[in-house]
């Protein structure tokens, strides 16, 4: 006995190495998990608070009082959304130690208390006997309990089966200290260490893969900028945020929504981003030339009030040719003193402005359009469309009357000028219900898409193409079309003096380097013809300036970026020559090829122009003020229809493929429409250029760049579910506040969305005392119209 007990004090001692490589790697599983706690609590709570911080000075910069506080709460949302995972990543890590610990705990032996049996142990290796094993029989009691109590942890219930293949009763320790087995004596036991080998193993895998997920999330957070948060997690979030403002929004009885006020009299033909008092503190000395500059001023959050004494437009064609002088802000000196050729064909009888070009027979529009007819080849003007030509950006349009005189030929002419306070080129050619828009070649690129116009018109434009190094002509370069004309009137081509003819040369050469071939030069008129073939630039001399641009510069949809000194467009698989194309109205059809260019689907094309063919028609049936009145019915068959020229000015908020556009011409409707394509979705803004309609890029964000009441419908597909989704930037009530502001009195509004935003939306239309029903759809159960009008107030402001 003496010599067995110096055994068991000898080999007491002796470690095992398998004792050493388990508590190195408990140690290392410790500290990798205290490790990582730690650095998840520090660079979590530095995040999340130079996050918020940063964001509320952002906001108080730009937004409301209100709208900050929402903005907090959304930002506080991330931050809870932030912990919440963090927790419930070290819940899974703490598990999995646990689970390490009742494993270790499970690979001790099962003890059989066989006196002289050697007993192997993953952690010791000694001989004992049943005396030195058991004392006494409370000792025995003692482990039988823990041991019991082991195998019937929380824990280890899923793994119960892998240990025991029945219950404890049947296959259980006895008092004698065997445990009955069913299985020959070496089975169980090389069956019980195999499967402890692949439980650790499994678990050794499910902590470093915890680890890693634990130390990479924190390090993107940590390291992933605001933009690609809230591109992220912020989504959700925002999502949700925005569900409940709707439903708080709905819960408000119409009583408790407070209407907005009237803007003073001051703000009758405010555009906001065009700010002459912010352009001269940027250092523009000419106060006439305004550039675009959003998010410098403050939201005006009132109603734009008409002047005193506006009158509803005249219908088309009528109003084509005479409006109301009352409509639009022009002295008397401005009309008589109008020196342009667009622009002196205009003249005051009493309250009306009448554009009569048809009496003046020697420099009218009509000659002046059959002359660059001819320059380019063509019999007259009726020949356009059969040159390719359709659409047509006039810059400095004066007051239209190209536009005016070409659209009989099936022409549609995009004006564009600079923002005036007072006889604006565009605010006028509106009110004669033609396309015009505030823009100007400048600084910035223009938000249309390469390759947009057939031809550019510059008749006494007033832009010096010789200036800023020739960018001015390499931005025109990209908005025309392979094959299209640049036609220039000015007195600069005829001029005599040295110094105008410098300048002329110098255009001339920039023209030549661009690829423009002129065609030809009558009285102060000239006409280019941009290349159709690419290999033109290849062929020019060595390093002659531009250069083409690199595929990450030549952005198809630039939305008001810097000018490029580059040629674009060049990449475009839409570089298609004017003369190859389909002429209108054939080139409103796409064909085979065209489709796999705008990566569309012929089914999916022709079933959305199905579909809105349906709509136009519902949606005209419905412009009635019937629906509003006190017993509210849907127009019937036997009700007549309203008159094909009711309206004129449109403005698709969310054009998507342009089908609603071409669903209003077939269907009769003597209107244009400006396309939107909102930066926040797919952009299909090519494709509607290409088909030969009209729209520009934009952030409805943003003020629009037009003057108050120049729209006579606002339509709304799908642009609340769009907005919704992003950045809560501005609310739905900014929306509103600035359709109203596009919106002539008695114009009309059309949403189709989600029953759910329509609902929120019909709560707000009450705060602009717009009047509104919210119809449905019958072959949509999940969608909604919701029908508007703006009533014309007479009362002026206070």
């Known amino acids: 006995m003496l010599h067995t007990h110096q055994s068991i004090s000898f080999t007491k001692t002796l470690i095992s190495p398998n004792l050493i490589i388990l508590s190195m790697f ?57 912990w919440f995972l ?19 705990k499970m690979s001790r032996p099962l003890y059989r208390g066989v006196s002289g049996i050697r007993i192997p142990e993953s952690s010791y290796d000694y001989t004992l006997d049943s005396d030195s094993l058991y004392k ?49 004596v070496g089975t169980p036991r090389n069956r019980h260490q195999l499967v402890l080998l692949l439980l650790r193993f499994s678990l050794v895998c499910i902590v470093i893969l915890a680890l890693a997920g634990s130390f990479w999330w924190t390090i993107s957070v940590s390291t992933s900028s605001r933009g690609h948060i809230y591109n992220g997690y912020r989504k959700l979030q925002e999502k949700l945020i925005s569900d409940l403002l709707d439903i708080e929004e709905i819960s408000y009885a119409p009583s408790r929504l407070k209407e907005l006020e009237f803007c003073s009299q001051e703000f009758e033909n405010y555009v906001p981003c065009f700010n002459v008092s912010d352009n001269l503190a940027l250092g523009y000395s000419d106060s006439n030339e305004v550039v675009r500059q959003c998010g410098h001023e403050p939201r005006q959050g009132c ?3 008409s002047p005193v004494n506006y009158k509803i437009p005249l219908r088309w064609p009528t109003g084509k040719d005479v409006i109301w002088f009352s409509n639009v802000k022009i002295s008397a000196q401005e009309v008589l003193s109008s020196g ?7 003249m005051l009888d009493e309250e009306q402005i009448s554009f009569r070009s048809a009496s003046l027979m020697f420099d009218g529009v009509e000659d002046y359009s059959h002359q660059i007819a001819e320059m380019i080849g063509l ?69 249309f898409p390469s390759l947009s116009f057939d031809m550019l018109h510059c008749a006494w434009c007033g832009i010096d193409w010789d200036q800023k190094g020739g960018l001015l002509l390499i931005e025109a370069d990209r908005l025309l079309k392979p094959g299209g004309y640049f036609v220039w009137t000015s007195p600069l081509i005829n001029a005599r003096n040295k110094d105008n003819q410098k300048r002329w040369m110098l255009i001339h050469e920039y023209t030549g380097n661009l690829c423009w071939e002129m065609l030809t030069q009558q009285d102060e008129t000239v006409v280019w013809k941009k290349t159709s073939k690419k290999d033109c630039y290849s062929k020019r001399k060595t390093d002659s300036p531009p250069p083409l641009c690199g595929r990450s510069y030549d952005v198809e949809s630039p939305y008001y970026r810097e000018l490029q000194n580059c040629i674009g467009g060049t990449h475009s698989s839409r570089w298609i020559s004017i003369e190859e194309r ?56 036997e009700d007549p229809p309203p008159p094909y020229n009711m309206l004129r000015n449109v403005l698709d908020m969310n054009a998507h493929l342009g089908n609603f556009n071409s669903a ?76 109203d502001r596009l919106l002539r009195p008695e114009g009309w509004i059309i949403f189709r969305d989600s029953a759910p935003l329509i609902e929120s939306a019909r709560a707000q239309t009450t705060r602009l005392k717009w009047d509104a029903r919210v119809i449905e759809i019958e072959s949509d159960s999940d969608q909604r119209l919701l029908i508007c009008q703006k009533p014309f107030f007479k009362k002026q402001a206070k």
């Not at 342009?340 to 205009?346: A, F, P, Q």
């Not at 003007?381 to 004066?398: K, M, P």
């Not at 419908?713 to 950045?727: F, K």
């Open 26 to 82: 408990r140690v290392a599983i410790t500290t990798l998990l205290f490790l990582s706690f730690c650095s998840y609590i520090c660079i979590s709570i530095l995040g999340s608070a130079m996050d918020l911080v940063g964001f509320v000075f952002a906001q108080l910069e730009e937004d409301s009082s209100n709208d900050v506080f929402h903005k907090i709460l959304n930002n506080v949302g991330i931050i809870s959304l932030y």
């Open 136 to 184: 006494d029989k409370p000792d025995k009691e003692d482990f039988d309990k823990r041991v019991f109590s082991n195998h019937n942890s929380p824990l280890l219930k899923p793994l119960r089966l892998l240990f025991s293949p029945g219950s404890h009763s049947k296959y259980g320790i006895t008092d004698n200290g065997f445990s009955s087995d069913p299985f020959p």
């Open 379 to 447: 019999r007259n003007e009726s020949n356009f469309i059969q040159a390719g030509v359709r659409t047509i950006l006039d810059i400095g349009c004066g007051y239209g009357s190209v536009g005016a005189h070409l659209f009989n030929s099936q022409l549609l002419t995009m004006c564009i000028a600079n923002y005036e306070p007072s006889g604006s080129q565009v605010q006028l050619t509106l009110e004669r219900g033609l396309p015009a828009m505030i823009a100007s070649f400048s600084s910035k690129q223009l938000p």
């Open 582 to 637: 389909a002429k209108w109205p054939s080139r409103d059809n796409l064909n085979k090829d065209e489709f796999a260019v705008y990566g569309l689907q012929s089914d999916e094309f022709a079933e959305d122009s199905e579909s809105w063919r349906t709509a136009v028609h519902n949606y005209w049936s419905l412009l009635s003020p019937v629906i509003f009145s006190d017993h509210p019915k849907r127009p019937g068959d």
């Open 340 to 346: 342009s050729l667009t622009k002196r064909l205009m």
């Open 664 to 739: 209003l011409l077939q269907a009769g409707k003597s209107v244009w429409v400006m396309n939107v394509v909102p930066t926040s979705g797919p952009n299909y803004l090519p494709l509607i250029q290409d088909r030969g309609y009209l729209g520009l890029l934009h952030d409805w964000c943003e003020a629009f760049p037009s003057y108050p009441r120049t729209y006579d419908l606002v339509h709304a597909a799908g642009l609340l579910s769009l907005e919704t989704g992003q950045q809560h930037r501005c609310t739905v009530l900014d929306l509103f506040i600035e359709i």
């Open 303 to 305: 109603l734009v009030l």
């Open 86 to 104: 963090g927790a419930f990543i070290k819940y899974l890590q703490f598990c999995t130690l646990n689970y390490l610990l009742v494993v270790h």
